[in-house]
């Protein structure tokens, strides 16, 4: 029992260091909802090169994930203005963004998994995409995910979308023999797309929505999605009650309309997106 109790206040204790470091705040706060309703200024993770997601072009961050973000903070704050100071957050930094106070939450694509329950205490999810497959628009050798066999698809760092095609499950799906090609991020595998580096990027449906979008033409998406891709809302491990409010908050937005405002405002008429129509289900705080 006395170990026990003492693991946990020392759990408490670096999850209070970790929210002071954010935001240079002096107060300290054992929870992000008690620094979002005591602070003036929340640090938030973004990713900042997908387009319609979260892509900075000027002085911040701009997308669907940065729209939440910011609705989901004001309701944490019961209406109050507070300061978001936006942090690029690439997939392979999140969880040590998290885990050593760089940021307060990560918003950013962030899939929910067993995997990364373990290290992160996930909110949400918020909405649910579907991994999909973007080639290039002339490309008619590629109908279906299952046409890339033998085809060289992107492995983004920090990225698990990849062992969806060439894993079995439960860590895949396909068990596709294809060729994965890295690259720093799913900007650099669209690059490598356009060059004819690469045959094929499989991500999320509405991350490859984007990059279709900002293309003009040159790329197109299946629109045969085969996964549920289930976007959490990142706290560091434990934050627990911030959890519960951000499910709640999530909840009010969608019953609210603010959601679909937001997906129809950033992916509305793209073809063969199917966009969700309403509050996928809570996963619970752990």
């Known amino acids: 029992m006395h170990m026990r109790r003492t693991g946990a206040l020392l759990s408490v204790a670096a999850l209070a260091a970790g929210l002071t470091a954010c935001g240079g ?22 990713k900042w090169d997908q387009p319609s997601l979260g892509l900075k072009m000027g002085a911040e961050p701009e997308g669907f994930d940065v729209d939440v973000a910011k609705a989901l903070v004001k309701e944490l704050a019961g209406g109050k203005e507070v300061e978001i100071e936006w942090k690029e957050s690439a997939s392979s930094n999140r969880e040590p963004f998290l885990q050593n106070g760089t940021v307060d939450m990560i918003v950013a694509t962030y899939s929910i998994t ?12 918020y909405v649910v995409a579907h991994q ?12 279906s995910p299952q046409d890339l066999k033998s085809k060289k698809i992107c492995k983004a760092a920090g990225s698990n979308s990849y062992k969806r095609i060439t894993d079995p499950p439960p860590d895949g799906e396909l068990d596709i023999d294809a060729t994965t090609v890295d690259a ?18 499989t991500t999320d449906d509405l991350i490859l929505a984007g990059f279709a979008k900002q293309a003009g033409g040159n790329f197109k998406v299946l629109g045969q999605g085969f996964t549920d891709e289930k976007y959490g809302v990142g706290l560091k491990k434990g934050d627990t009650k911030t959890c519960e409010a951000v499910n709640t908050a999530v909840k009010k937005l969608w019953d609210n309309g603010t ?9 509305g008429g793209i073809q063969g997106l199917k966009l969700s129509e309403a509050a996928p289900p809570a996963e619970g705080c752990s």
Do not use: H
Request: with cysteine; net charge negative; aromatic share 6%.
């Open 114 to 125: 067993e995997e990364r329950k373990g290290k992160v205490t996930f909110g949400g999810p």
């Open 25 to 46: 705040d002096e107060q300290s706060y054992a929870t992000v909802l008690e620094k979002v309703q005591g602070a003036n200024t929340i640090v938030v993770g973004t």
């Open 184 to 201: 720093a991020n799913y900007s650099e595998c669209v690059q490598k797309l356009s060059g004819s580096n690469l045959d094929a990027v």
């Open 132 to 143: 999909d497959v973007m080639v290039r628009k002339d490309d008619t050798s590629i109908n």
């Open 259 to 267: 959601m679909k405002q937001l997906l129809d405002k950033w992916f």
